[in-house]
């Protein structure tokens, strides 16, 4: 079983930025890929960015956001720059290991026009 822990978000104007983290309880390196989702009320769950050997982005969030991980600390990050009110949602880490698929809890990111 994996556990994921995330943190770093919250409420920031437009154009502002914000740094997601996500700690896993077991080493990273088993991990086949691990990224970030994101949830608007009244959306389906989207894929905002994964990392395995590549990085992958929606189209919505190239060029803003950058996700990068640390194996030493087997950690996931998303950095979140000129953010926009449509980027409001929930926002999930998500792994994949052995084929299994797990989440984190959420952590609310708003941004305010």
């Known amino acids: 079983q994996v556990q994921l822990v995330e943190s770093g978000g919250g409420l920031v104007q437009a154009g502002g930025s914000l740094r997601l983290s996500c700690v896993a309880s077991?080493?990273?390196?088993?991990?086949?890929?691990m990224g970030w989702y994101r949830q608007a009320p009244g959306k389906q769950r989207e894929l905002v960015a994964d990392i395995t050997s590549s990085t992958n982005y929606a189209d919505s969030v190239k060029g803003r956001f950058t996700i990068s991980r640390d194996n030493a600390k087997n950690a996931v990050y998303l950095q979140m720059n000129s953010l926009k009110p449509e980027d409001t949602a929930v926002y999930y880490c998500w792994v994949r290991r052995y084929g299994y698929d797990y989440w984190g809890q959420g952590t609310q990111v708003t941004v305010s026009s």
């Open positions: 077991t080493s990273i390196s088993s991990f086949s890929v």
